[in-house]
């Protein structure tokens, strides 16, 4: 097998749940094979430097090989390779937003004309 369909991979290497999900984050634009844009049924082949978005985290991984078998995770992960730039960014992403507060207190509890207007966005 030299080339496969990038849905079918993805779904194939643990990114994605179903090959539907995968389907949808590729025509949503979360999934870019070698720096363009891609469609589902863009085929590819070892060595294609793969970008994609998942949640807050966004990996850049190169292809190793190739599969159409969902397998389970410590042979998925044989299929591509992270690069290091990548993994480097994410990590680095991850504790910005551990050091973030979770809840943002208010310095004080809102006025009459405020609580008025969170009213009446909230109806809408």
């Known amino acids: 097998m030299t080339k ?4 079918k991979w993805l779904w194939a290497a643990r990114f ?5 999900i995968a389907k949808q984050a590729i ?3 979360k999934v870019h094979c070698n720096g363009s844009r891609t469609k ?4 590819i082949g070892i060595g294609s430097l793969i970008r994609l978005r998942q949640g807050f985290d966004e990996k850049t991984v190169i292809v ?3 599969t159409e078998n969902r397998q389970g ?4 992960q044989l299929l591509y390779d992270e690069t ?3 993994r480097q960014k994410r990590e680095l992403m991850t504790q910005q ?5 979770r809840h943002w207190p208010s310095s004080s509890k809102p006025n009459k004309k405020q609580r008025r207007l969170i009213q009446q966005f909230k109806k809408q």
């Open 4 to 7: 496969i369909r990038i849905d």
């Open 16 to 20: 994605y749940k179903t090959r539907a």
């Open 27 to 29: 025509e949503g634009g």
């Open 40 to 43: 589902p049924s863009k085929e």
């Open 64 to 66: 190793k090989n190739l």
């Open 73 to 76: 995770a410590p042979q998925a």
């Open 84 to 86: 290091e730039e990548s």
């Open 97 to 101: 937003r551990k050091s973030q507060p």
